[in-house]
């Protein structure tokens, strides 16, 4: 089993930054690929980012590609989501997700274990 608890959730206006991070807990970190999800209001749940079980490879989604950053410390047992250039279209409630078998970063069904969500509000 793994745990995982996000955090860095908050309001902040257009044009501003965040970061997110998921801390994990239970098996080795470093066996899992990690990935970022959002679901806004009225929407289904979408792939953000994701990034590979050491690093080097991370996906994102077209609509973050240029102001997310995604990135982990294997030391810490920990994702990151940096976001830049928020728009109110980012709003929505965030979660991180492990992925312990062959990688499909972007499909969720792939995930083992998901972290509660945290929520991001980008007011105009």
């Known amino acids: 089993q793994v745990q995982l608890v996000e955090s860095g959730g908050g309001l902040v206006q257009a044009g501003g930054s965040l970061t997110l991070a998921c801390a994990a807990s239970g098996r080795p970190f470093i066996l899992y690929a990690m990935g970022w999800f959002r679901q806004a209001p009225g929407k289904e749940r979408e792939f953000v980012a994701a990034?590979?079980?050491?690093?080097?490879?991370?996906y994102y989604a077209d609509s973050v590609k240029g102001r997310f950053t995604i990135s982990r410390d294997n030391a810490k047992n920990t994702v990151y989501l940096q976001m830049n250039s928020l728009k109110p279209e980012d709003t929505a409630v965030y979660y991180c997700?492990?992925?312990?078998?062959?990688?499909?970063?972007?499909?969720?069904?792939?995930?083992?274990?998901w972290g509660q969500g945290t929520q991001v509000t980008v007011s105009s």
């Open positions: 997700a492990a992925e312990g078998g062959i990688w499909r970063p972007t499909d969720q069904v792939y995930y083992d274990y």
């Open positions: 990034i590979n079980r050491s690093g080097p490879t991370t």
